[in-house]
């Protein structure tokens, strides 16, 4: 086993046998093209199946296959190639009918990738899964929306629809079960799974989904306006409003020119309101659309699957950088839009502004009308709970109340010692479980082992939050439930939410299920309540 060969419709592919951080070998398979590479004339376009080869295609090497990309860590230079349609699978045999785990990565949709050298699925290989991890295009390249079938936006998004495709038609060659797919993915990775549950052109590809700190309602995660692609397009040199006439123009600029200038489309005060260049749109404009109707008449046309959603307590420790008099001013000056965004959540209770500034007062500023130094903590939960946490709380009531299959809900508040991704890019203000922190428990991350690459020793409670994670969402993975009954390492049982009832299974130190808190959108709470 070695060098394992499978056949797959396009070919054979050789392996090799892997041995995991915790010791357990596993059988990879890297970068194995799942569309024809998107260049020339088919920048922009529609993903096209692979061509075939002859012989066998060695696979059983990383090559480090990355969409093009500004590394967001210094020296921040461009990294990756627009041929980027590539995906890995790991799995712990090629015997079996395994259920599939596919991973679907983040990065605000510029940045990120399922390369292998910078998540190692050494943890989930502790169980008996199949992993798959694919890359899609990023920036304008996934995402170009002119509001025209020339640029109709979405293209990432039939990157991994045909990804998904490719796993139905090949994961069993790997012992992996095509009838058992679960999508998961954090942050954008978290959208982009939404999207996917949500879009008429993958159904039957998914039958389970995380959403990790990530979805269709967070305010950053929809960008339906074609403004960012026309000022694109102007930022380098091609202020036409004709949109046939602009995506060729783009097509003929190479890739790094069109990367570089992503970063000047989005004004300081857009940045400042936390809107991105490039995000999840309506294309019903498409040839065959992703979400043929408007995002939020799509919601509530999801396939019925079993799902699990939620966010972490501190979301937005990540996105505070510093504590000085000029970051408080800045958020005080934009404190009227994140009250309105509050106010947007909450329309469906009729939530008027005056009302949510009260909110925002009471529970989170101490009384106060500003952000200071003295409550610079709960302003964090405030911002954490807008752009992540309510959102989430709101797909999951709105699941229950249509009676779609098991929604199970959750928060992440387990403060460790290894790495995360917050730590290699801020110096945390507060304490607390950031933004996708959770991650650095489902994966080996080598970025965030360089000073101590061993996985955290047996018996310490890092360790134990890693068996935890993996195998609640294994479990979930393969039976839809994440402490199914015949699994007794985890003793405390996660509720699914119900019509009468909204369970939060708290992940800590404890593991808890609790009724969550009442919502604070619904203007009838009572506001001296805790929110949590």
Not at 105 to 121: E, L, Q, R
Not at 225 to 237: D, Q
Not at 257 to 277: F, H, W
Not at 363 to 376: A, E, F, H, Q
Request: include cysteine.
């Amino acid at each position: 086993m070695n060098k394992p060969i499978v056949s797959v419709k396009d070919g054979k592919l050789q392996g090799a046998e892997v041995k995991s951080v915790l010791g357990p070998s596993f059988v990879a398979f890297y970068d194995i093209p799942f569309a024809a590479p998107p260049l020339g004339e088919l920048r922009f376009k529609d993903p096209q199946p692979a061509e075939p080869w002859k012989g066998v295609k060695d696979v059983s090497q990383s090559a480090n296959r990355v969409a093009i990309q500004i590394d967001e860590l210094p020296p921040k230079e461009i990294v990756g190639s627009e041929d980027c349609l590539y995906l890995n699978v790991y799995t712990t045999s090629l015997s079996g009918c395994k259920p599939v785990m596919f991973w679907i990565h983040g990065g605000a949709y510029i940045v990120g990738t399922a390369s292998s050298k910078i998540k190692k699925p050494d943890y989930l290989m502790t169980k008996d899964v199949v992993v798959v991890a694919a890359n899609y295009r990023l920036g304008a390249l996934g995402f170009l929306n002119l509001g025209h079938r020339a640029a109709p936006g979405n293209m990432a998004v039939k990157d991994l629809i045909l990804a998904l495709e490719w796993v139905k038609d090949n994961i069993a060659s790997f012992g992996g079960d095509p009838c058992n797919v679960t999508i998961f993915g954090a942050s954008a990775g978290g959208s982009l799974c939404h999207t996917l549950i949500v879009s008429p052109l993958a159904r039957g590809l998914v039958h389970k989904a995380i959403l990790q700190s990530g979805s269709l309602t967070c305010g950053w995660a929809e960008n339906s306006s074609p403004e960012f692609s026309f000022r694109l397009a102007k930022v380098l040199g091609n202020d036409s409003i004709d949109p046939e006439e602009i995506v060729e123009f783009l097509r003929q600029l190479p890739a790094k020119d069109i990367i570089k200038a992503q970063s000047e489309v989005c004004s300081k005060e857009e940045e400042g309101r936390y809107m991105l260049t490039f995000g999840i749109a309506c294309d019903k404009v498409a040839e065959n659309p992703v979400l043929p109707y408007p995002i939020e008449q799509m919601l509530s046309k999801d396939c019925d699957i079993p799902v699990v959603i939620g966010s972490t307590s501190d979301e937005f420790i990540m996105f505070f950088r510093d504590t000085s008099e000029q970051t408080l001013k800045a958020f005080n000056y934009f404190l009227p839009t994140y009250v309105k965004a509050l106010q947007v959540l909450g329309k469906k209770y009729d939530l008027d502004y005056e009302t949510s500034l009260k909110i925002v007062k009471e529970r989170y500023l101490c009384g106060k009308s500003s952000v200071t130094l003295d409550n610079i903590g709960s302003f964090t939960r405030f911002m954490s709970d807008v752009y992540f946490g309510l959102p989430a709380r709101l797909i999951a009531e709105d699941r229950v109340q249509r009676g779609a299959k098991p929604t199970f809900f959750y928060s992440y508040n387990y403060v460790g010692n290894e790495r995360t991704h917050t730590d290699v890019l801020v110096e945390r203000q507060v304490r607390g479980a950031s933004h996708v922190d959770e991650l650095s428990y489902l994966f080996y991350i080598p970025v965030f082992k360089t000073d101590n690459p061993d996985p955290p020793a047996e018996g310490t409670k890092d360790r134990l939050m890693i068996e935890r994670m993996i195998a609640l969402w294994t479990n979930f993975a393969r039976t839809g439930n994440p402490t199914p009954c015949d699994d007794k390492s985890i003793e405390t049982i996660w509720k699914p939410a119900t019509k009468d009832k909204l369970y939060c299974f708290k992940i800590d130190d404890k593991l808890e299920c609790l009724p969550a808190e009442p919502n604070i959108l619904n203007s009838k709470c009572t506001l001296s309540s805790s929110t949590r």
